[in-house]
């Protein structure tokens, strides 16, 4: 009895398995989104069913980027195409027609370790040992650039803690540094990310320097930052995961909105879900977005130039809203950028942490101790877990 059911368990997995099929294929560089429907003989209304917003991030999709075709006999084609680290296109056949909609990608995430001793310099070291430059520029990130990491000397030691993102068993996101210690002339500085994406020494000293940046802020006055950039969001009006491909500054309707840098106006008008939006196009590649207006400054018009600070627009709640904000983007030869990075403070002021969030520093201070001082032992690049603590260590799938 229970061989039968045996046999007729393993001829069903038959069955199924030979109903379907999975592959895996990479995007070419001149594979276009309807090319790909053409390919695969899905509408192409698919995609102009879609919102503006969706469709820009369509445009996230990288030249190389793995994407995966499911084929069951008699059911359509399923097309899952990670668009980001945090989210992927699913299309899928329907009753009537295809659907595409975004879903959070899963996948595992993986805790590696480096330390190594300068011989050549952090840069170029760094990049000796992993034969990638994103390790110094994140190191400089860390520490905003407000130590003269060029004085670091032979035998000094750099040690960073960071985790990377796998998708069926492939890297699939940029490192990102949890912990890292440098030294400077025999002396170390420590830096420890909090939840605030940004990063504190043991005591709970932010590295400061004044910065001198081409951008400023759109809004002179604001109540608070209500959302900012991610790869992925649960939309509060859609009930469905999108990106956020910008900050929102939550503010009284009727503020004025100035252009961040000077530009050329390259849009004007009604924009889907972001409602009223003008585009100014700045130099080097970089546009900004400023969406959900109530009205349009006077004279603004496509291809006016602006000065940076005009007043190009008033805050509103046009499109699809929540309440009165400004939705701000920027974007670089195309691409979708966190323009916090790009619009920086002019400070010297010392920020130290307190209450909650001083105390929640120190208990990542701690965990990250013992690491520390087993990795300044021993020469580690990317090995494994047996071989140094917390090297690749995996963690709970992410869903």
Known sequence: MYKKSYLLLILLSFIFLQSLSAKEYTWDKKLTFLGLLKRYHIPQKTYYNMDSEDKELIQEIRAGQHYTVIKKKGKGVYINIPVSDELMLEIKKQKRGYSAKYLPVPYDIVEKTISIRIKYGLHKDLHRATHSWYYGKEI??????????????????????????????????????????????????????????????????????????????PLKHYKRISSGFTQRRYHPILKRYRAHLGIDYAARTGRPIRASA???????????????????????????????????????????????????????????????????????????????????????????????????LRKIVRKFRPQFKEAKRKIIIKKKSEDCLNCVKKLKPRT
């Open 262 to 360: 000077k530009g050329r106006i390259v849009y004007k008008g009604w924009k889907g879900g972001y409602g009223r939006v003008i585009q100014i196009q700045h130099a080097n590649g970089v546009k900004t977005l400023y969406a959900h207006m109530r009205r349009f400054a006077r004279g603004m018009r496509v291809g006016k130039y602006v000065a940076q600070g005009r007043v190009i627009g008033y805050v509103g709640t046009s499109g699809r809203s929540t309440g009165p904000h400004l939705h701000f983007g920027l974007y670089k030869h195309g691409r979708a950028k966190n323009p916090a990075r790009y619009i920086r403070q002019k400070t010297a002021k010392v920020i130290k942490l307190k209450g909650k969030k001083y105390r929640k």
């Open 140 to 217: 400089e990130e860390v520490y905003s650039k407000a130590l003269p990491l060029k004085k670091m000397r032979r035998g000094d030691k750099i040690i960073i803690f960071y985790t990377q993102k796998y998708r069926n068993g492939k890297v699939f996101s940029s490192p990102k540094i949890q912990a890292c210690m440098i030294e400077i002339n025999r002396k170390p500085y420590y830096g420890f990310l909090l939840s605030d994406e940004k990063y504190y020494d043991s005591l709970g000293r932010k590295y400061q320097r004044t910065y001198h940046s081409k951008f400023i802020r």
